[in-house]
């Protein structure tokens, strides 16, 4: 539920304001307003590293709402309250993977599996989750009627990743044995592009390419989606520890946190004309998709669209949940050797973490949603 002590950006705000981690409040000026948004200030850089998906394209309309600056050495209504300068890198998903592990970036867009062998090099913090895959995630056939007759066909999608994660959870719920079956590593863009092109049979791809798969091709079926195991995979915005004990590391963090509730209020506004406008420009920044689609790919794709809902996953209800399918998923990579080792875990702030390779810290939610209820 949208608190109302919780506004946007977008409207008449309070006055400007910001100090350290507590800093950080709302703007008094339209998200619009570019001659405040865009002033070259001398503060310290960050980057992040995204791909288009639903949740992680909010950064890239974010940006264009001046809400942020992607720019280096401009920065956006948030930027200058919580005084930090944020880059944003938009590259491929295997990119912000790798981008991310070599600390190239200093944070990145990626779901929790796929956070695990960066954190075996590079201690690593979930700052906060955007959203859980609820049916983004599909196997998609041609003319195959069940799982048996599958195993004669090849599955193309992208190894070590979170289609493959997918499907291995596919084949485990329905008691199959994987060594039975063929996967064939490929982007899910050009995997969705042979099936376009009626040249391969099976394909384990994410949104837009399921989507647009369907459409193609509505002779294909949906044998198996992400919404068969609900809350699993995460989508989340990792940072480096390193860079969260750098000056103002805290504040980026906080600022990302806020760029993402401050839009989602927005989104999730009961004027209809609003709403769609904001469906159309985050669709021009995942893969040109029209409102309508866009609105279908966000139904697919559940938003933590609020602090609250964040905290549900992070520090709430369905924590003890989350933490048994993290070990899971640990214990499931390690076997497979999709990691070398099962990194350690850490759950709650990251001081209390020290032997953790991954924490999954909701600390900086927690700094944005009392900021806000106090503004």
């Known amino acids: 539920m949208r608190r109302m002590a919780f506004v946007g950006l977008f409207i008449i705000l309070g006055a400007i304001a910001f100090a350290g981690c507590t800093g950080g409040g709302p703007t008094n000026k339209d998200s619009t307003d570019t001659k405040q948004s865009t002033e070259t200030k001398n503060y310290p850089v960050f980057t992040l590293a995204w791909s288009e998906y639903p949740s992680w394209s909010v950064f890239g309309v974010a940006s264009d709402r001046r809400l942020i600056n992607g720019e280096r050495g401009k920065v956006g209504l948030l930027e200058e309250r919580w005084g930090v300068d944020i880059e944003l890198q938009l590259l491929s998903y295997e990119k912000c993977m790798s981008s991310y592990g070599s600390k190239e970036s200093d944070a990145a867009c990626l779901t929790n599996m796929d956070t695990l062998n960066p954190s075996l090099t590079r201690k690593s ?3 906060m989750p955007t959203s859980t895959s609820d049916g983004a995630d599909a196997l998609i056939v041609d003319g195959i009627a069940d799982l048996d007759e599958l195993q004669k066909h090849e599955v193309h999608g992208l190894s070590q990743s979170v289609s493959d994660y997918a499907f291995y959870r596919l084949l485990e ?123 279908e790919c966000c139904v697919k794709t559940k938003f933590y669209s609020t602090p609250e809902k964040a905290l549900e996953l992070f520090d709430g209800p369905r924590t003890d949940t989350f933490k048994k399918r993290m070990d899971a998923i640990v214990r499931s990579y390690k076997e497979r050797g999709i990691v070398t080792a099962a990194p350690k875990l850490g759950f709650g702030p990251r001081d209390k973490n020290a032997e953790a390779q991954l924490i999954f810290d909701p600390s900086y939610i927690k700094m944005v949603k009392d900021k806000i209820k106090k503004d």
Not at 193 to 202: G, I, L, P, Q, S
């Open 173 to 295: 719920e329905n008691k199959k044995d994987p060594k039975n079956y063929k996967w064939k590593d490929l982007d899910p863009a050009l995997a969705a592009k042979e099936m376009a092109a009626k040249k391969v049979k099976a394909i384990m791809v994410w949104n837009p390419f399921v989507l647009q798969t369907v459409r193609d091709r509505p002779e294909t079926k949906i044998m198996f989606d992400s919404s068969k195991i609900p809350e699993e995979i995460i989508d989340m915005v990792v940072v480096g520890d390193d860079v969260l004990s750098r000056e103002k590391g805290s504040e980026f963090a906080c600022c990302v946190a806020q760029a993402y509730y401050e839009f989602n209020v927005e989104l999730n506004t009961k004027d209809k004309d609003k709403r769609e406008k904001l469906l159309i420009d985050l669709g021009k920044r995942f893969s040109s998709l029209d409102a309508k689609d866009m609105a």
């Open 125 to 127: 913090v979930a700052i």
